[in-house]
């Protein structure tokens, strides 16, 4: 699939993908540790699905609930930037959009400044998606190579922080 050969061996950004392996083995394990509240929540507000949850179903929706992020993640650190530019490039050639968006930008920061905790979380998520991405764009990958290894290791990491937390 990559055509590695002994020296592109040597080329790959050990160091960040090790980084990113462990940051988010670590949001796998802290994701394991709030399985049962995010398994009482569905639970409680059960009337909001369409159908009957039990608990095994809630814990399985906890558990993809976090997958789905890891994934959500890789999909918008590996998205080419034409496409960020079809979605936000028209957006501000008028006064009203630029004032709406000047407006959701701060509720925005209001949002991250009231839970930062959260926030940064999140941010050391996206940080060290970046950093392996551009690392391996360096190292001569493709977008869509990036995307598969980062999909991978991102996902393998956080389930295995999960089963980590469950042993």
């Known amino acids: ?32 540790s709030l399985f049962d509240d995010w398994q009482t929540w569905i639970l409680a507000h059960q009337k909001w699905f369409l159908w009957d949850i ?13 997958a789905g992020l ?53 941010f050391v998520l996206v940080s060290a998606g970046m950093l392996c991405h551009l690392d391996l764009q360096l190292c001569g990958c493709r977008a869509w190579q990036v995307f598969i290894i980062l999909t991978i290791l991102g996902l393998g990491s956080y389930l295995l922080g999960v089963q980590s937390f469950n042993l």
Request: proline share 2%; charged share 10%.
């Open 1 to 32: 699939m990559l055509g590695l050969t002994s020296g592109k061996i040597r080329d790959i950004p050990w160091v960040s993908l090790t980084l990113f392996c462990l940051t988010y083995g670590i949001f796998g394990w802290i994701a394991g």
């Open 54 to 66: 039990n608990e095994a179903i809630a814990l399985r929706m906890s558990q993809w609930f976090g």
């Open 70 to 122: 890891v994934f959500i993640l890789m999909v918008i650190l590996t998205a080419p930037l034409r496409i960020v530019q079809i979605l936000f490039g028209s957006w501000l050639r008028s006064d009203t959009r630029a004032f709406m968006s000047v407006f959701g930008w701060a509720f925005t920061a209001v949002l991250i400044i009231c839970w930062f905790h959260h926030f940064a979380k999140l």
